[in-house]
Nanobody, 114 residues
């Protein structure tokens, strides 16, 4: 199973970015799938994720600004990030949890300038 993440970049405060995470090598079924992020000197934190039931979870810090979505035909999960803040600066990782195994993408850098 491979996860290919892309879409990061440099954006000014208030700007938007959309991250994509395309999966290959497995069916598009999972326990959870979404995004974590890790800023320098901080622990990795969950940003947003789909559960197997189709519900979504968001970190409190991104609620109302970020939206996770999926395209089953493309086996891809997206993270639309609006109203970006400097504190959103981090390396964003997509992940997929299946029974007894977790998979991670390579990480994509998001930098928000003030």
């Amino acid at each position: 199973v491979q996860l290919q993440a892309c879409g990061g970049g440099l954006v000014q405060t208030g700007g938007s970015l959309r991250l994509s995470c395309a999966t290959s090598g497995s069916s598009f079924s999972f326990n959870r799938m979404g995004w974590y992020r890790q800023a320098p000197g901080k622990q990795r934190e969950l940003v947003a994720a789909f559960t197997s039931s189709g519900s979504t979870n968001y970190a409190d810090s991104v609620k109302g600004r970020f939206t996770i979505s999926r395209d089953n035909a493309k086996n891809t999960v997206y993270l639309q990030m609006n109203s970006l803040k400097p504190e959103d600066t981090a390396l964003y990782y997509c992940f997929m949890e299946i029974p007894f195994k977790n998979y991670w993408g390579q990480g994509t850098q998001v930098t928000v300038s003030s």
